[in-house]
């Protein structure tokens, strides 16, 4: 039984209550249900940017977006939804149209014959994950990609080096992949309302030489590892890396590093030539 309007706030309650099927806070379901929202996000990708043929959408929920992607991607389009109920529904309405796959997204491959666009509301508890399948383990497998995420986990991937935001994970995916916060999208716009807004960013892949991926993340992991030490000493008592000190201090000098400064003030290219020294 298809949904009056997806755009709907009765009519989403409406479905969801006689079907008996109930948003869990466990997989961060709120469903989106404006409409000039899920066109916005379809249309991030810029017009000077060549969007690929196909499209992957990592969690359809209610249809949305995927309801517009199929619009833009034709048959060239796949949406992977975990949730049984959910995944039900999106093969019912668009499974003539769409290939519609019920699996968890980090057991996913994206083995595609060419490189995809990749869109996602993604639930808070996964982002970093879902960042790490993406960016990590299907390096090379896609084109663009246009995620909604929590605010305050869109300000830590677009902070810069010297910031409260920057972490471990801003350096490693700033590393494989342009990141730009497009917009913010309030929380009235979803059912169930969560406590915080969202934002919408896109990723663009980086080339980088994949022989030092590894290495790069257990350097920036180090880097953080107590925010509070040095590099110095975060590199030495890392449980990421094993270095003596004589390794850590002919890192330091060769590179010109205070052995003072802290991970939080190293941008991402020295944190790379780090890696190339290892």
Known sequence: MPIDNIYSLSSIINYLTDNGVSPTKKRGQNFLYDRNTALNIVNVIPHSFKRSVSCLEIGGGLGSITHNLIEVYKNNFTVVEYDKALYNYLFSEYGEKANVVHSDILE????????????????????????????????????????????????????????????????????????????????????????????????????????????????SKSMFHNRRKTLRNNLLNSPYIKLDIDKVESILKTLNIDKNERGENIPIETIEAVARLL
């Open 108 to 219: 996913f491959n994206l083995d595609f014959n060419e490189k995809i666009d990749v869109y996602g509301n993604i639930p808070y508890n996964i982002t970093s994950p879902i960042l790490e399948w993406l960016l990590n383990k299907n390096y090379g497998k896609w084109n663009y990609a246009v995620f909604m995420v929590q605010r305050d986990f869109a300000l830590r991937l677009v902070s810069k080096e010297g910031t409260d935001n920057y972490s471990a994970l801003t350096a490693f995916a700033s590393f494989l992949a342009d990141i730009k916060l497009e917009f913010n999208v309030s929380k009235n716009i979803f059912y169930p309302k969560p406590k915080i807004d969202s934002s919408v960013i896109s990723l663009i892949p980086k080339k980088v030489d994949v022989d030092i991926i590894e290495k790069y993340k257990s350097v």
